[in-house]
């Protein structure tokens, strides 16, 4: 493979460059917490698995939800806060607290040192389903774009979200590489788009037959070798 014509790497956020699992578990315990502050009426009846599981319900009901994911926590707490006698208008700071342990995250130590050895050569970017802040994280400053489905439109593994960040970065398809953990939404959604894709294994997963990423690799240091070899 010519790798000299690599011009931009584009980088998933959750379990990429950060483990997502536990961000997500500590920021629902805070929104738990508040609720019991301010909406006891819900905690009287749901629990935090509760909780998830009508929101995974809801999300079957309207397609935007799988792109919007912020709009489907923000209605899911809207209808439970209303159903059991609480005012649905805690929903915006109930998802303020939520949006905040949302993004306290720790970026994975090879993380930075990856970015900074990658920003002189290449143009990097990212693009991604959640709803993650990479300037309240404070890694907005290492990508020249990021896209985020959300705001988009459009969500992996649809090439258009791929398309429109190469488009951004002025790097055509061929001369990009997108890097990670998901082997449907990152790597297949990349490759059927027209991009190269590297699946970030970090967790010692088993590769399927049907899955051939361009690369494999368990961290930034190893994507930088990879890139220069």
Not at 67 to 84: D, F, K, P
Not at 87 to 103: C, H, Q, V
Request: aromatic share 6%; charged share 20%.
């Amino acid at each position: 493979m010519n790798k000299t014509n690599i011009q931009a790497v584009l980088f998933d956020l959750d379990d990429t460059l950060w483990a997502i699992e536990p961000v997500l578990h500590l920021a629902e315990t805070r929104l738990y917490e508040w609720l019991t502050q301010h909406a006891p009426g819900v905690v009287q009846r749901e629990s935090i698995v509760s909780l998830r599981a009508r929101r995974q319900a809801l999300a079957k009901t309207d397609p935007a939800y799988q792109i919007n994911l912020w709009a489907l926590r923000h209605a899911a707490l809207t209808a439970v806060l209303a159903e059991h006698g609480e005012d649905p208008a805690l929903a915006d700071p109930a998802m303020e607290i939520f949006t905040t342990g949302r993004n306290a995250v720790t970026p994975f130590d090879d993380v930075l040192p990856g970015l900074q050895q990658l920003k002189p050569r290449l143009k990097l970017g990212t693009v991604s389903n959640g709803f993650a802040d990479l300037a309240r994280i404070g890694l907005a400053e290492h990508f020249e774009i990021s896209i985020a489905a959300h705001q988009f439109g459009t969500a992996k593994p649809d090439p258009a979200i791929f398309h429109a960040a190469c488009t951004a970065l002025g790097v055509a398809p061929e001369h990009a590489v997108y890097v990670g953990d998901d082997l449907t939404l990152d790597v297949l959604g990349a490759q059927q788009a027209g991009l190269r894709a590297v699946w970030m294994n970090r967790f010692q997963r088993e590769l399927p037959d049907h899955v051939r990423p361009d690369a494999v690799c368990t961290d930034l240091h190893e994507l930088t070798r990879w890139l220069a070899a």
